[in-house]
């Protein structure tokens, strides 16, 4: 029985199979699709050349901080006060102002007054030398020599001829002497070296001025009064002393 089935089912196969080879061949032939077009291929080429290398720029100066302008310094106020520094050739000297003892030189004073002041210095064996200074406010610096000497003394005087006499001025200074006159045959500069002769008579009312090797003038006062002539002659001789200790002429 087992054989019998076997053979039948594989009869019915066969048949089966048949039919089918049948029905392929009697379908029409499809015409094959076009083969796609082919992607273009890529031409391999060398990476690109390297771009040139950009110069570096110049650094540029940086700019400066700015900084915060320190604030301007409060201005001084001037001074009120004067200080005085005072020298003198003669170290030591003892100095007075406005008859006050304030020391001796050199010193310095200060907080003083600006305005006029009345200086005196003195010193052993010298003449004391008196002047008037003008203060001002801040500092003040003075140098007194008291070995110098200076001379500007003068004297109307009556030139006395043999005959006649002619009016003029007679002064002097650490130079010598000097007649001014209208009379200009009268008329004279002398230094001291020059002057041989050079004295007061007081009873006389007379100053004689004698040239080495030279004229002889013989002076009067106009009023009559040797007061005059002697103040002059002793002014001048006071000079001519200290001039030939070595003192320093004022000129």
Sequence with gaps: MLGVGVAIAVSLAVV????????????????PAAAPKAAP??????????????????????????????????????????TLTLESDVPGASVFLDRQFVGNTPLTLD?????????????T????????????????????????VSLRAKVPVVHKHAMGSCN?????????LKYETDNKGDAFTLTYAQAEQFAVDY???NLQVKQKGGKTWNFTDKNDNAD????????????RKKLADGYTPAR
């Design 168 to 176: 003029g001025t007679l002064s002097a200074t650490v130079d010598g």
């Design 111 to 123: 907080k003083l007054e600006p305005g006029s002041k009345r200086l005196q210095l003195t010193a």
């Design 41 to 82: 291929v890529a031409r391999k080429t060398g990476p690109p050349p390297p771009a040139p290398a950009a110069e570096p720029a110049a650094p540029r100066k940086a700019a400066p901080t700015p900084t915060a302008s320190a604030p301007a310094p409060a201005a001084e106020a001037a001074p009120t006060l004067a």
């Design 125 to 148: 064996g010298f003449d004391s030398v008196q002047k008037t200074v003008d203060l001002v406010a801040g500092p003040n610096a003075i140098t007194v020599r008291i070995k110098e």
């Design 203 to 205: 009873l006389k009312k």
């Design 228 to 239: 005059a002539l002697f103040v002059f002659h002793r002014e001048v001789e006071a000079a």
């Design 16 to 31: 089966f199979m048949s039919g089918r080879k049948n029905k392929t061949a009697e379908a029409p032939v499809e015409a």
